[in-house]
């Protein structure tokens, strides 16, 4: 497996482990693949994310939007993701019902010194796009973290700092 999809994992790991809002709201997202600046995710859709006419809730996609635009900063080494500067979602059409599985992609769009850019695209089991989200993030006290790592251009490898998911 990939350096950054072990690594994008962890991070997402760690999110769990918090017992946050991520554990509580979609503690069954699968990080399918993760290269430096893309994460792709799949999530089914639970009884506990639908809304009063029974489709996927706003609150949902918006959730997701902040802990994938996280993710999509993580893909670039970084293990503590900043802090939400700004965010917005809007919906294409309804996201699915119970046992539909939604998809997603986020892409970090930029990256500097103090921010980092996202943008997320969700689909539905057909292929639709859904909803699309954008994520800043403040990412300055955050890039020096001493568990980040730089891969290599592909992601297969850690160039620089620990890879602690291998021996």
Known sequence: MAACLRFTRRVWQS???NK??????FPNLQVHRA???LVEVSLKVEQYNLNRVGTAHGGLILS???TLGSLAVASKGHFMTGVST???TSFVRPAG?????LHAKAVLTGIGKQLA???VDFTNPAGELVAYGYHTKYVGKSSSHHEN???SEDGEKVIEGIDKDVD
Not at 20 to 25: I, K, M, P, R, S
């Open 15 to 17: 999110f769990i482990e």
């Open 97 to 101: 019902r119970i046992g539909d599985v």
């Open 117 to 119: 850019y996202t943008r």
């Open 35 to 37: 290269v430096p600046g």
């Open 64 to 66: 997701l939007t902040d």
């Open 86 to 88: 700004d965010i917005g």
């Open 20 to 25: 946050g809002h991520d554990a509580q709201c």
């Open 149 to 151: 790592v730089k891969f």
